[in-house]
């Protein structure tokens, strides 16, 4: 029983990391069907920006301040610069965009920084653990629960009880007639930007602090679960993020536990074909309401 | 003389003197690239480089072109075409140290670069057969996006099916047999097989699908069974390329055949315009050129000039090229059509 709230602690901490990091990209593709390929270079440079301040010796919360500013900065101008030239253009032409964008994304921070992966320092409270009635928790853990929960209701209250949401929310739905009523879709589009870089932005604070390290190739691993729970879940929606990340979270906290150890080398195989499977019953995703058939 | 092909399924006539005027490429490239060998042996590795990746780019083209969704799974058939070419190519008596633990009706076995290329094409295109059943059912960003998941599943199993494939550690052992003639006679074969496919009802029916899902539907078309076949012949095309590739590196680890290989490929079709054949073997002799050029820039020599050295160029240069075709020419420099071979008495 123990051993199960144990998986179950594990897997909505895990989840709630994989549900900010799938609501990140899915609010930028709810305004315009981009699925961004250069998201997780976000969490690299943010991951840059953080260990080359604590590194020059300033405190943690100035480099958790300064990757704040750079990730928001970063998505800002990405989506201003290349990506809304293309709000037009059909998906997959956005989609090999921002692939290009990655990789210019990644010679920069691989030619600035180096290709080896250097240490990110988080404070040490968060690596504390305690026990509940034989259940371990550690601090980080409970962080990311309540750090998802907030920037989730945060995010609520933006999308439902303020103008901008409302502009938002129009955009999403009919970006043509959302336009004809006067709202500035260029506008909504680059704030759209950086409230996704605010959610990046904290996801890349949790994510650092549970790996440790920042690579110029160290993006793959939270672009593909982002990628990953937005499609389980449902393309552009911010329930499917939430589900998507969680139940990715719940595979793999339970595929880790209850593995056979001949098996452990394929974890990440058999979570996406489990996925996969699903997929073949729901391809719309698990919120998603039909089959978008012409994207 | 040349006349573009209409975009459309052709009678027979017209498949086979469209087949013919877009042979006239690789067969120019091909006679040229075999000069060039000739003359500079040495420079024999960047002419079947091209070669190799030239197929892969024709391969690529044929799914991304019939079908308007992005791959980035498809270096995952190079992988199985390099790993199936590789272990029936290696000597038998090297098999012994390379791959001990070989099941005895593979270990005794050894065949030379067609039927390994065969092989590999057949592997490749099993594979995309059972994958492309969930794949396929998705909407076009999503399946792009769980294409990307299908080499991550690859990649992971090569890794760690270490009887057939080394795991990490490098596969070694496989004979050079690549050669000029064999590679370019072979990318001949695939464009005009690629352009035997684009100008098929087959094919019309999937450009059906990729231009109004709803409406193919309504009128009978299938979304999985019209984007199937241009997946499989697709997927198959590319393990031809990657058996060819094993045998031109002769060693390789499962790092080779990951995201990065497909940097190159995606670009020389978007450059070549994605709907057109001739366009992918353009677009692939584009970016060799320019690969080259910025290679020596990185080494600091170009033509014995000196430059400053800039690390990482290339690959700021591919993704700055990428977005500015998307942006300036999204057809591509063949404008999404191929060349038909006519008569000059037929053109009135």
Request: net charge positive.
């Amino acid at each position: 029983m123990t051993a199960i709230v144990q998986h179950l602690v594990d897997a909505v901490s895990t989840g709630s990391t994989y549900a900010l990091l799938g609501l990140g990209l899915t609010l930028v593709f709810s305004v315009m069907n981009l699925v961004n390929f250069a998201y997780g270079m976000l969490i690299v440079w943010g991951g840059y920006a953080l260990s080359t301040v604590t590194d020059a010796g300033a405190p943690y919360w100035v480099g958790a301040l300064t990757l704040f500013a750079a990730v928001v900065a970063l998505s800002w101008l990405m989506g201003v610069v290349a990506f809304r030239p293309f709000r037009h253009a059909p998906p997959a032409t956005l989609l090999l965009t921002s692939f290009g964008v990655g990789l210019i994304l990644q010679a920069l921070a691989s030619a600035t920084f180096g290709d080896t992966p250097r240490l990110v320092l988080a404070p040490s409270v968060l690596g504390r653990t305690f026990r509940v009635g034989g259940v371990v928790v550690n601090v980080l853990q409970i962080v990311t629960v309540v750090a998802g929960g907030l920037v989730l209701s945060a995010l609520h209250v933006l999308l439902h009880r303020t103008t901008l949401g409302l502009h938002i929310r129009a955009s999403a739905e009919d970006p043509v007639t959302a336009r004809l009523l006067g709202i500035r879709s260029e506008r909504v589009l680059a704030t759209v930007f950086v409230i996704s870089g605010a959610v990046t932005a904290v996801v890349a604070l949790l994510w650092l602090a549970k790996t440790g390290t920042v690579g110029p190739r160290t993006d793959l691993s939270p672009t593909l679960k982002a990628f990953i729970v937005v499609v389980i879940g449902g393309l552009g929606t911010i329930r499917g993020a939430v589900i998507g990340g969680l139940l990715l979270g719940a595979f793999e906290s339970f595929l880790t536990a209850y593995l056979p150890s001949s098996w452990t080398n394929y974890q990440t195989s058999m979570v996406f074909v489990i996925l996969m499977v699903l997929l073949l019953v729901r391809p719309q995703g698990i919120v998603g309401k039909t089959v978008e058939l012409s994207k | 003389m040349l006349r573009l092909v209409e975009d459309r399924a052709l009678s027979p006539g017209g498949r086979i003197r469209a087949m013919a005027g877009a042979a006239l490429l690789p067969i120019a490239v091909g006679v040229i690239a075999y000069l060039w060998i000739s003359a500079a042996p040495a420079q024999s590795n960047i002419v079947l480089g091209f070669g190799i990746s030239a197929i892969a780019a024709v391969g690529y083209q044929v799914f991304v072109g019939a079908t308007g969704i992005v791959s980035f799974g498809h270096v995952t058939f190079s992988a199985i075409g390099a790993y199936v070419a590789g272990i029936l190519t290696v000597p038998v008596v090297l098999k012994r140290v390379v791959l001990p633990d070989l099941p005895a009706w593979l270990a005794h076995r050894e065949v030379g670069l067609l039927v390994s290329v065969l092989v590999a094409a057949v592997a490749a295109a099993v594979v995309a057969a059972v994958a492309g059943v969930v794949l396929l059912r998705l909407s076009g960003t999503a399946a792009s996006i769980s294409t990307l998941a299908l080499l991550v599943i690859a990649n992971e199993i090569l890794r760690n099916a270490t009887r057939f494939t080394r795991g990490t550690q490098t596969f070694y052992g496989v004979p050079a047999r690549a050669h000029a003639i064999g590679v370019f006679a072979m990318l001949t074969v695939t464009v005009v097989i690629a352009v035997a496919f684009k100008t098929s009802r087959v094919a019309l029916r999937a450009r059906a699908v990729r231009d109004d899902a709803l409406a193919a539907e309504t009128s009978g078309l299938g979304l999985v069974r019209s984007r199937l076949a241009p997946w499989v012949l697709s997927a198959a095309i590319t393990g031809a390329s990657g058996a060819l590739l094993a045998q031109e590196l002769t060693a390789f680890s499962p790092k080779v055949f990951f995201i990065a290989a497909s940097v190159p490929i995606v670009i020389m079709v978007v450059l070549g315009g994605t709907n057109s054949v001739t366009g992918a073997v353009m677009g692939a002799v584009i970016l060799t050129a320019v690969q080259e050029l910025l290679r020596r820039v990185e080494a600091g020599n170009v033509f014995g000039l000196h430059v400053p050295s800039v690390t990482g160029i290339a690959d700021i240069a591919f993704g700055v090229i990428l977005i500015l075709v998307l942006r300036l020419r999204p057809a591509g420099v063949m404008g999404g059509s191929d060349p038909e071979l006519v008569g000059t008495r037929r053109t009135r």
